[in-house]
């Protein structure tokens, strides 16, 4: 059974920075894909972030509106996923999911393709 786990929320200011966790577990197979979605009140949930742990080599996703300033990341024994935000912005306000494809598609920002989800974190960015 898969299950996700987030902290790591709060409220900050514009400019500052979070890091949110997700502690990860029941993954039993070799392919896989995680991720962080966010959704804002009266808005689609949208991808943010996503990591492909590849035997043959990691890969990441980010939404363009994220590049640069946020950073998604596993500790080495691919337990506990994080993404660091920095630059926070007031639209990067929203409730933050941890969620993974298991096995992995080829979709990594659609929703739709994510069978497992966390309870989520609420970010709060003010200007």
């Known amino acids: 059974q898969v299950q996700l786990v987030e902290s790591g929320g709060g409220s900050v200011q514009a400019g500052g920075s979070l890091r949110l966790s997700c502690a990860a577990s029941?993954?039993?197979?070799?392919?896989?894909?995680i991720g962080w979605f966010r959704q804002a009140p009266g808005k689609d949930r949208e991808g943010v972030a996503a990591i492909n742990p590849r035997p043959t080599g990691r890969s990441t996703y980010y939404a363009d509106s994220v590049k640069g300033r946020f950073t998604i990341s596993q500790d080495g024994a691919g337990n506990t996923l994080y993404l660091q935000m920095n630059s926070l912005k007031p639209e990067d306000t929203a409730m933050y999911y941890c969620?993974?494809?298991?096995?992995?598609?080829?979709?990594?920002?659609?929703?739709?393709?994510?069978?497992?989800w966390g309870q989520g974190t609420q970010v709060t960015v003010s200007s």
């Open positions: 029941g993954f039993h197979y070799i392919t896989y894909l």
């Open positions: 969620a993974a494809q298991v096995p992995a598609t080829s979709s990594w920002a659609s929703a739709n393709d994510y069978a497992y």
